[in-house]
């Protein structure tokens, strides 16, 4: 089944423990995406990468990392959450078609809580 | 940077009343994506739009991109329960990045 994965679904931590999100995808897809959603502000993108070894800031990339060493793999490194990055974080991916990214399929989920 | 805002934030309605939300970027877009969310899950696509003042239908809803390629909208006609959730608009920006839109939370009285 094709999909997009991600873990922990639920994750409570403390104040500068570092912690990493996983998403994976098994759909071959070239583009893959980091969002956070938070009530009234809809899904900021917050890092995303067009192909292995290539990732670009997004629009809230403060205090967060990612890497792309292989292409199905995207996971997300706060390296000292802080009580302002808790929130619904959502992975996607898509197939990249010339220069407009094509239907974006996202994982389920993870609610985060920094306390 | 750029800014994709949606109107209502919420609506609620009776089953059988139609819908309409509204998107607007504050830049022009190649192309615009439709996405729902139910309660509790993850985005879901819907359609995609890509040339100016295209009009495309899936069953009871309507989808229209502006002519300036700047706006949207989602019309529902005759809501039912099904349709409840939270819809996005998104769009490509600079550099191949992604933006959504703010959504539009639906809520259908029965």
């Known amino acids: 089944e094709a999909q997009v994965t991600q873990n922990p679904r639920y994750l409570i931590t403390v104040t500068g423990k570092k912690l990493t999100v996983t998403c994976s995808q098994n759909m071959n897809h070239e583009y893959m995406s980091w969002y956070r959603q938070d009530p009234g502000l809809g899904l900021r993108q917050i890092y995303y990468s067009m192909n292995v070894e290539v990732t670009d800031k997004g629009d809230v990339p403060e205090g967060y990392k990612v890497s792309r060493k292989e292409k199905r793999n995207f996971p997300l490194i706060l390296e000292s959450p802080s009580p302002n990055q808790t929130s619904l974080y959502f992975c996607?991916?898509?197939?990249?078609?010339?220069?407009?990214?094509?239907?974006?399929?996202f994982g389920p989920g993870t609610r985060l809580t920094v306390l | 940077g750029q800014q994709v805002m949606q109107i209502p934030q919420y609506q609620h309605v009776q089953e059988g009343e139609d819908f309409t939300t509204y998107c607007n970027s504050s830049t022009t877009l190649s192309n615009i994506q439709w996405y729902k969310q139910r309660p509790g899950g993850h985005p879901v696509f819907l359609i995609q739009?890509?040339?100016?003042?295209e009009v495309k239908k899936q069953k009871r809803l309507t989808f229209q991109f502006g002519e300036a390629k700047k706006n949207s909208s989602l019309h529902i006609t005759a809501t039912q329960t099904t349709d409840v959730g939270t819809y996005f608009c998104?769009?490509?920006?600079?550099?191949?990045?992604?933006?959504f839109g703010t959504g539009t939370s639906l809520t259908v009285i029965p």
């Open positions: 739009l890509v040339k100016s003042g």
């Open positions: 996607a991916s898509s197939p990249f078609i010339g220069y407009n990214t094509d239907t974006q399929y």
């Open positions: 998104a769009g490509p920006g600079y550099g191949n990045q992604f933006y």
